[in-house]
Structures are given as structure tokens and as C-alpha cells.
């Protein structure tokens, strides 16, 4: 196996303006963080290119049977828990030796709760890096020098955060000895008390953990979708993405199909173009300004809470309610850009919170604990006078505050307000997204089907509008397009692009039916009164008689098949919104 951890075999060159310094506090103290601006966070627990190794010959072993691999990774992952609460390190001895007492013991478990939660500090102060930054470029080498783009070096870091977290979390006990050791954090790290090789061993197999449940997710999920024999995703010899997904489709497939998937998938995405996507992001950025966290917060002023709070903890761990009331209630903070009530202080801070004493904490099984990584940054504790103090790291904060927006981890019904939002005024996005790309290429005939009066309700109640985003012509082929769009709702998962391949394309699947069905029987039905009303619009049809009705529908992702569904016997094309143009003027013509 390659040497891939040396020092600077990731290297990382800044395109733009440095990184934000903010969260460099545990990064510039004792030999943590890279100076020479190489990223390779295995360095920080001297994880090595033997332990690698290793790591993945057991995942190689258990490629085919990662269900029982996970199990025993959650049992290694609790022994070697066990032996650091049974045992602490003595420096004369240089040495583990065995604890006696009990109390011995629950601060000997605080001490490695912290150290798996600095573990999950310093791999978040990397993404932060990473997405604080305009731009970067950096190259993973090995002997077949490829290269890898920052997005994979990002999401392996943010799987392995929540790993590291999730598992903190479960471990933690919400008493006394946690919350000394939590909340002085960044004094021990001034101290020099952490030596995170001491704890390398359970650090590396909670990476391994992060991939292993990936594999099974994503493995469960399949097999619940499709009757086809079970396959688990491909051991690759990358520490940045160790599972290749879609060897679960390859298996599917004879080999001449599988290329034709991967070249066409291929093309899409270097076809893509990444404006029409900011397009959307832009949509949701500006729904946050007007939607409802509360009735007196809308969500940008939440947003704008929680960084203020991150802020706070940026000067030290630990706060009571009072002291975090009392500064964001202080009228002559210059960090603060509206005047808060208490309430809306105390609601955030409650949303953000995680009391482990209460009863929807307890007894949680390790599962249930990466659904709260960043909906609660916040841990809570009562003092030896029984009040309650919140210790927090700003990195944690800023993850979950990002992440929130990123994802919509919210009430469910915020997530799918936000897309019918999107669903209902990207219809005008959509065509004049198309105008333009005709006016460009001259191809094609893009008409709004609210200048058909057929598609327009009637006053009769039982007759409802059908619901067509836009209707296309292309003379060319001689083909009449039904142009739909929807949208998936964020998910944070990290398998997520093979669980929309598999929700929309799979051979059980009826999403695409279940939007089409309605319109192309519609139109089929309808087809002589559409053609005649196109004709009135100027439209000239190459064969009138002989023209053609298929579908398009554009989704906010390039999923991982070839782009066709059949409807009853009409082709369906599935395109990202981002590759309108390549899909238009080129896909549907060669395939």
C-alpha cells in the first residue's frame, strides 16, 4: 500500500484569500495544525501509513460482509473505551496503568470523551478551512498520480466529524467530572495535558466505523428498494472516499451497460454548469428571510443568533443561560445587529441544546446520535450548585449553524415548504432558462403553457389545472416535450446522490410515473387542440402528423443512470437542472 500519510502528501495551495483565522485557537497550540499549509488530518493522531494499512486489509476482508464488520466495530470501539476508563496514563511510568477508585474512573472517561470531542474539533477546524476559503487546489498523490478535488478531501472530513462526534456524545455523562474536563478544554491543550497518539487505536476506529456504516446505509437501503441480490459498495484503495457507491449499481448491469452509464454520467458532469444551481441556492437564501423559525424569528435572524453565540464561545467554553441572555440582551454590544428579546434567546438556545439528563436522551442507541450532531452543538450540565452551564466549542457551532442551512434541519415541513417554494417559482426560472438557451442555439421552440389556454383551469371546480412547467418543441427531432421540475429536499447523507439515483430510477421505482402520468395522458389525449393552439403561437411543426410526445423532467442532481423512464410507453428523460443546456442541445440528440 501506498505511503499515503507522509507529511505534505496532500498539499494544499490557496487560490484566494487565506483561511479565516477564527478558529485556529486548538490548531496554533502544541504542533496540531500544518503551518506549511498541508492538509492531512491522520497527522494529528499520528495515525500512520502502516495503520492504514491494516485498516484497510480488514475492510477489504469484510468487503462482502460489512454488517458483521460493523458489529464488531462498535464492540472494539466500547473495549477500547472500557480499558481508558479502567486505566490512565502515567508519565513517570510512560505507561497505562489501572485505576482504583470509581472516581478514578469517571474522570478518566471524561478525559478520553474529551479527547474524542477535540478529535471532532480539530477534523472540523479542516473543513472550515476548507469552506471559509474562495478556493483551493490540491493534489493526493500516489503512484498513479491522480488527482482529487477538494470536495472529496471535504466530505471525508465531514463524515468523520460526525462519527467522532455522534460517538462523544453517546459516551458523555452529564456530570461533574465532564463538564471540569469539557469546559476546560483549551486550557488543557495549553497545558500540553492531550497526546492524542496515546488514544490513536480508538480514534482510527472510529474512521474505520464512519466507512463500515456508510457501506451498510447504503446496502440497507438498496435492498429495501429492489429485489435484485445484495451488493455493498467497493473497497478503493483512497483514504479520502474509500467506498466506491456505485459498484451496487454496476452489479445490475452486464459491462457494456455499466460503461455506457458511467460515460453518459460522465459527460453530464462535465457539462455541468454550476450557475443554474446558484440559482436555487440564492432561491433558499432568500426564503430564509421572510420564513418563520418562531413567531417573532425569521429563520436569517436565527441564523444570525447562533453565530453570535459561536462568537461568544470563540473567548471561552462555558456559559450559564444568565451570561448568554445577558450579553445578547445587551443593547450596546457591537456584535449584536438587533435587539433580542429574552425569549428568543432562550428558544434558540433550547433548540441548540443537549441535556443528556433528559428522558429523550437516555438510553438512545448510537444511530439515534448522529441525527443530533448538528442540531445540538450545545452541552448541558448542572454545577455542584445545580445550575445549569453550557459548554460549547465555536467550531461546533459553526458546523451546526452551516449545516442547518445547508440541510433544512428543521421540522420536516419547513424542508418541503422550502421545495414547493422552489417548485413554485422556478417555473418561471425554468423558461426563461430555456428562451435562453433557444435564442442561443435555435434548436429548439420553448413555449409557456400558460399561453395554451388548454392548460389553464376552467371554472369548472372537477377539472383541475394540470400541472406542466413548460411545453418544448424540437424540430429537428419532431419531437413535443412535457417539461416538468421538481425537487429533492436537502438530506444529510453521504451516499446521497445513489439514494436519489435509487428513489427515481430504480426498477421499482414510480417517482417519475407518479409526476407524469397525469400530464402525458393529457397531452396524448389533448394533442390535435395543442397542436392547433401551438400553430396560433407561430409554430411550425416539421410533420405535424407524425410528431412525437416525450417528457422531461429536471431535478436538482446528476443521478447516477441513464437518464430514461419509460411511462406507458413514453420516454421520460431525467436531467440536473445544471445540464439543461448539454441535455438539450446534445444528450437527447446522441442517445
Given at each position: 500500500?501506498?505511503?499515503?500519510?507522509?507529511?505534505?502528501?496532500?498539499?494544499?495551495?490557496?487560490?484566494?484569500?487565506i483561511?479565516?483565522?477564527?478558529?485556529?485557537?486548538i490548531s496554533g497550540?502544541?504542533?496540531?495544525?500544518?503551518?506549511?499549509?498541508?492538509?492531512n488530518?491522520?497527522?494529528?493522531?499520528n495515525?500512520?501509513?502502516?495503520?492504514?494499512?491494516?485498516?484497510?486489509?480488514?475492510?477489504?476482508?469484510?468487503e462482502?460482509?460489512?454488517?458483521?464488520?460493523?458489529?464488531?466495530?462498535?464492540?472494539?470501539?466500547?473495549?477500547?473505551?472500557?480499558?481508558?476508563?479502567?486505566?490512565?496514563?502515567?508519565?513517570?511510568?510512560?505507561?497505562?496503568v489501572?485505576?482504583?477508585?470509581n472516581?478514578?474512573?469517571?474522570?478518566?472517561?471524561?478525559?478520553?470523551?474529551?479527547?474524542?470531542?477535540l478529535?471532532?474539533?480539530l477534523v472540523?477546524?479542516?473543513y472550515?478551512?476548507?469552506?471559509?476559503?474562495s478556493?483551493?487546489?490540491?493534489?493526493?498523490e500516489?503512484?498513479?498520480?491522480?488527482?482529487?478535488?477538494?470536495?472529496?478531501?471535504?466530505?471525508?472530513?465531514?463524515s468523520?466529524?460526525?462519527?467522532?462526534?455522534?460517538?462523544?456524545?453517546?459516551?458523555?455523562?452529564?456530570?461533574?467530572?465532564?463538564?471540569?474536563?469539557?469546559?476546560?478544554?483549551?486550557?488543557?491543550?495549553?497545558?500540553?495535558v492531550?497526546?492524542?497518539?496515546?488514544?490513536?487505536?480508538?480514534?482510527?476506529?472510529?474512521w474505520?466505523?464512519?466507512?463500515?456504516k456508510?457501506?451498510?446505509d447504503l446496502?440497507?437501503?438498496?435492498?429495501?428498494?429492489?429485489?435484485?441480490?445484495?451488493?455493498?459498495?467497493?473497497?478503493?484503495?483512497?483514504?479520502?472516499?474509500?467506498?466506491?457507491?456505485?459498484?451496487?449499481?454496476?452489479?445490475?448491469?452486464?459491462?457494456?451497460?455499466?460503461?455506457?452509464?458511467?460515460?453518459?454520467?460522465?459527460?453530464?458532469?462535465?457539462?455541468?454548469?454550476?450557475?443554474?444551481?446558484?440559482?436555487?441556492?440564492?432561491l433558499?437564501?432568500k426564503?430564509?428571510?421572510?420564513?418563520?423559525?418562531?413567531?417573532?424569528?425569521?429563520?436569517?435572524?436565527?441564523?444570525?443568533?447562533?453565530?453570535?453565540?459561536?462568537?461568544?464561545?470563540?473567548k471561552?467554553?462555558f456559559?450559564?443561560?444568565?451570561?448568554?441572555?445577558?450579553?445578547?440582551l445587551?443593547?450596546?454590544?457591537?456584535?449584536?445587529?438587533?435587539?433580542?428579546s429574552?425569549?428568543?434567546?432562550e428558544?434558540?438556545?433550547?433548540?441548540?441544546?443537549?441535556?443528556k439528563?433528559?428522558?429523550?436522551?437516555?438510553?438512545?442507541?448510537?444511530?439515534?446520535?448522529?441525527?443530533l450532531?448538528?442540531?445540538k452543538?450545545?452541552?448541558?450540565?448542572?454545577?455542584?450548585?445545580?445550575s445549569?452551564?453550557?459548554?460549547?466549542?465555536?467550531?461546533?457551532i459553526?458546523?451546526?449553524?452551516?449545516?442547518q442551512?445547508?440541510?433544512?434541519?428543521?421540522?420536516?415541513?419547513i424542508?418541503?415548504?422550502?421545495?414547493a417554494?422552489?417548485?413554485?417559482?422556478y417555473?418561471?426560472t425554468?423558461?426563461?432558462?430555456?428562451?435562453?438557451?433557444?435564442?442561443?442555439?435555435?434548436?429548439?421552440?420553448v413555449?409557456?403553457?400558460?399561453?395554451?389556454?388548454?392548460?389553464?383551469a376552467?371554472d369548472?371546480k372537477?377539472?383541475?389545472?394540470?400541472?406542466?412547467?413548460s411545453?418544448?418543441?424540437?424540430?429537428?427531432?419532431?419531437?413535443?416535450?412535457v417539461?416538468?421540475?421538481?425537487?429533492?429536499?436537502?438530506?444529510?447523507?453521504?451516499w446521497?446522490?445513489?439514494?436519489?439515483?435509487?428513489?427515481?430510477?430504480?426498477?421499482?421505482?414510480?417517482?417519475?410515473?407518479?409526476?407524469?402520468?397525469?400530464?402525458?395522458?393529457?397531452?396524448?389525449?389533448?394533442?390535435k387542440?395543442?397542436?392547433?393552439?401551438?400553430?396560433?403561437?407561430?409554430?411550425?411543426?416539421?410533420?405535424?402528423?407524425?410528431?412525437?410526445?416525450?417528457?422531461?423532467?429536471?431535478?436538482?442532481?446528476i443521478?447516477?443512470a441513464?437518464?430514461?423512464?419509460?411511462?406507458?410507453g413514453?420516454?421520460?428523460y431525467?436531467?440536473?437542472?445544471s445540464?439543461?443546456?448539454?441535455?438539450?442541445?446534445?444528450?437527447?440528440?446522441?442517445?
Amino acid at each position: 500500500m501506498k505511503s499515503w500519510v507522509k507529511k505534505g502528501i496532500i498539499n494544499l495551495n490557496l487560490m484566494g484569500k487565506i483561511m479565516k483565522t477564527n478558529f485556529n485557537k486548538i490548531s496554533g497550540n502544541n504542533g496540531f495544525f500544518d503551518f506549511e499549509e498541508k492538509l492531512n488530518f491522520f497527522d494529528y493522531f499520528n495515525i500512520n501509513s502502516t495503520d492504514l494499512k491494516d485498516a484497510f486489509s480488514v475492510l477489504r476482508k469484510y468487503e462482502n460482509n460489512m454488517l458483521t464488520l460493523k458489529r464488531m466495530m462498535e464492540s472494539q470501539i466500547t473495549t477500547r473505551l472500557n480499558f481508558y476508563i479502567n486505566n490512565s496514563f502515567n508519565k513517570i511510568e510512560n505507561k497505562f496503568v489501572e485505576n482504583k477508585t470509581n472516581e478514578e474512573k469517571k474522570l478518566s472517561k471524561a478525559l478520553v470523551v474529551s479527547v474524542i470531542f477535540l478529535a471532532a474539533r480539530l477534523v472540523s477546524q479542516e473543513y472550515i478551512t476548507l469552506t471559509t476559503s474562495s478556493e483551493y487546489a490540491y493534489e493526493y498523490e500516489n503512484s498513479s498520480n491522480k488527482s482529487f478535488n477538494f470536495e472529496n478531501y471535504k466530505k471525508s472530513l465531514k463524515s468523520y466529524y460526525e462519527t467522532l462526534t455522534a460517538w462523544a456524545m453517546y459516551f458523555m455523562d452529564s456530570n461533574i467530572e465532564n463538564l471540569s474536563i469539557l469546559s476546560r478544554m483549551d486550557e488543557y491543550i495549553k497545558k500540553n495535558v492531550y497526546s492524542m497518539e496515546r488514544y490513536k487505536d480508538i480514534i482510527l476506529y472510529l474512521w474505520l466505523y464512519t466507512h463500515v456504516k456508510n457501506s451498510c446505509d447504503l446496502t440497507k437501503y438498496k435492498n429495501d428498494a429492489s429485489e435484485l441480490k445484495a451488493f455493498f459498495p467497493k473497497i478503493t484503495e483512497n483514504v479520502l472516499a474509500p467506498l466506491n457507491y456505485e459498484y451496487i449499481f454496476d452489479q445490475q448491469e452486464y459491462q457494456e451497460e455499466a460503461e455506457i452509464r458511467k460515460k453518459i454520467v460522465s459527460d453530464l458532469k462535465i457539462w455541468k454548469i454550476k450557475e443554474y444551481d446558484n440559482v436555487i441556492k440564492n432561491l433558499i437564501i432568500k426564503y430564509y428571510k421572510t420564513l418563520n423559525f418562531s413567531e417573532t424569528l425569521v429563520f436569517n435572524d436565527y441564523f444570525n443568533l447562533i453565530d453570535i453565540i459561536k462568537d461568544m464561545f470563540l473567548k471561552k467554553n462555558f456559559y450559564s443561560l444568565d451570561d448568554i441572555t445577558s450579553n445578547l440582551l445587551n443593547p450596546n454590544s457591537a456584535a449584536v445587529p438587533r435587539i433580542y428579546s429574552s425569549e428568543e434567546v432562550e428558544l434558540t438556545v433550547k433548540n441548540l441544546e443537549f441535556d443528556k439528563n433528559a428522558i429523550d436522551f437516555n438510553y438512545k442507541a448510537i444511530e439515534q446520535y448522529y441525527n443530533l450532531i448538528y442540531k445540538k452543538p450545545l452541552l448541558s450540565f448542572l454545577n455542584k450548585n445545580q445550575s445549569k452551564i453550557l459548554v460549547a466549542y465555536p467550531e461546533f457551532i459553526w458546523m451546526a449553524n452551516h449545516m442547518q442551512k445547508k440541510y433544512n434541519l428543521f421540522d420536516s415541513n419547513i424542508s418541503k415548504k422550502i421545495c414547493a417554494m422552489l417548485k413554485e417559482e422556478y417555473f418561471l426560472t425554468l423558461n426563461q432558462q430555456l428562451k435562453k438557451i433557444e435564442r442561443r442555439f435555435r434548436n429548439l421552440k420553448v413555449f409557456n403553457p400558460n399561453d395554451l389556454s388548454i392548460f389553464k383551469a376552467t371554472d369548472d371546480k372537477t377539472q383541475n389545472k394540470i400541472e406542466v412547467n413548460s411545453i418544448v418543441y424540437d424540430p429537428s427531432l419532431n419531437k413535443l416535450f412535457v417539461v416538468l421540475v421538481n425537487f429533492y429536499p436537502p438530506e444529510n447523507i453521504d451516499w446521497l446522490n445513489e439514494k436519489r439515483t435509487i428513489d427515481t430510477l430504480s426498477e421499482n421505482s414510480n417517482y417519475v410515473a407518479n409526476l407524469f402520468s397525469e400530464p402525458l395522458n393529457f397531452v396524448l389525449k389533448e394533442l390535435k387542440k395543442i397542436k392547433k393552439q401551438l400553430k396560433k403561437l407561430e409554430l411550425k411543426f416539421s410533420d405535424e402528423k407524425e410528431v412525437t410526445v416525450e417528457g422531461i423532467l429536471f431535478v436538482n442532481d446528476i443521478l447516477n443512470a441513464v437518464p430514461k423512464v419509460d411511462v406507458n410507453g413514453v420516454n421520460v428523460y431525467v436531467s440536473s437542472i445544471s445540464t439543461m443546456e448539454h441535455f438539450t442541445n446534445s444528450y437527447i440528440y446522441k442517445k
